[in-house]
């Protein structure tokens, strides 16, 4: 059975912090990583995409990807409080157009 | 303006009832999606298709059913058989299955058993 684990949180950092959020998955196989922020009650919009191992930066987001180790993390940096959501890790299914989807971890970013 | 379309945002179920989630996608999208989610969850596969006339079971499809008539549309029947469907039911599409397949979710549809 295909994991991806993540930390429920919440993960709490102060306005300006850098936000550390990571994700570990199971099949070894996996090619393409998600992150996805879903604000209460609203539907996952997605924020960075990453296919090859090492840093993938866009504007305030880092994506990082180490397939070793099977961990991918996203990296949050002077967070806002409008950045306060939970951030889901996706996972696609080789050979298929499927993902699988951490439980997601809440962040929580305070004035 | 291009996207995912899901109708009505608020549903409500009475017992022993069949209910239809509304699925509608103008991004020329191949390949369409149904997760659920419940609270403090992530999001679980109830059925995906990659074509027209095809559609394949997700993780958790005991109590539902989809059709894929056209490519645009993918309607989601919960039956009276799924015996817990209060839940936030979120569609998906994504480009033709290749190595970087994103995937874009409609607004939602929140089911509530009555």
């Known amino acids: 059975q295909k994991e991806v684990e993540q930390n429920s949180g919440p993960l709490s950092v102060p306005e300006g912090a850098i936000a550390s959020l990571n994700c570990t998955y199971s099949?070894?196989?996996?090619?393409?990583f998600f992150w996805y922020r879903q604000y209460s009650g609203k539907s996952p919009e997605l924020i960075m995409s990453i296919y090859s191992n090492g840093d993938k930066e866009d504007g305030r987001f880092t994506a990082q990807l180490n397939k070793a180790s099977q961990y991918v993390s996203l990296l949050i940096r002077d967070s806002q409080p409008s950045d306060s959501a939970t951030y889901l890790c996706a996972v696609n299914e080789p050979g298929y157009s499927t993902l699988t989807f951490g439980k997601g971890t809440m962040l929580l970013v305070s004035p | 303006d291009g996207g995912i379309t899901q109708s009505p945002k608020y549903l409500f179920r009475k017992e022993g009832q069949n209910v239809t989630l509304s699925c509608e996608q103008n991004l020329n999208h191949d390949a369409m999606y149904w997760y659920r989610q419940d609270p403090g969850q992530g999001l679980r596969l109830i059925y995906y298709s990659q074509i027209v006339n095809d559609f394949q079971k997700g993780d958790i499809a005991e109590g539902y059913s989809v059709s894929r008539e056209k490519k645009e549309s993918f309607p989601l029947t919960v039956t009276s058989a799924q015996k817990n469907p209060t839940a936030f039911y979120l569609c998906?599409?994504?480009?033709?299955?290749?190595?970087?397949?994103?995937?874009?979710f409609g607004q939602g549809t929140r089911l509530t058993v009555v």
């Open positions: 099949d070894r196989g996996s090619q393409s």
């Open positions: 998906a599409s994504s480009p033709p299955v290749k190595l970087n397949t994103e995937a874009f």
